[in-house]
């Protein structure tokens, strides 16, 4: 079983930035790779970033590409997603997720575990 729980979502005014936190127990999180998802209201889940298991290689929807950073520091079991230049199209529940497998995945249903969300609201 693995717990993840995230933090650092808030209001902030588009142009501004956010860095959410999440942080996992329960596994060992330095040999799994780590996502993040998003879902606004009224739209489906889409995938946001995502982490391989030793942090040297990462992908981006191409909506985030250029704006948002995931890393992740396997001593403190905590993966992070810096965001910057947020835009009002960017306002939406925020949630990291855990992968039984090394390398990265885009795909949703290829996650074992998730967080319960960080609302992240830009406003105009």
């Known amino acids: 079983q693995v717990q993840l729980v995230e933090s650092g979502g808030g209001l902030v005014q588009a142009g501004g930035s956010l860095r959410l936190s999440c942080v996992a127990s329960g596994r060992t999180f330095s040999s799994y790779a780590m996502g993040w998802f998003r879902q606004a209201p009224g739209k489906e889940r889409e995938f946001v970033a995502t982490i391989n298991w030793t942090g040297g290689s990462t992908y981006y929807a191409d909506s985030v590409k250029g704006r948002f950073t995931i890393s992740r520091d396997n001593a403190k079991n905590t993966v992070y997603l810096q965001m910057n230049s947020l835009k009002r199209e960017d306002t939406a529940v925020y949630y990291c997720?855990?992968?039984?497998?090394?390398?990265?995945?885009?795909?949703?249903?290829?996650?074992?575990?998730w967080g319960q969300g960080t609302q992240v609201t830009v406003s105009s």
């Open positions: 997720a855990f992968r039984f497998a090394a390398a990265w995945s885009v795909r949703g249903y290829e996650y074992n575990y």
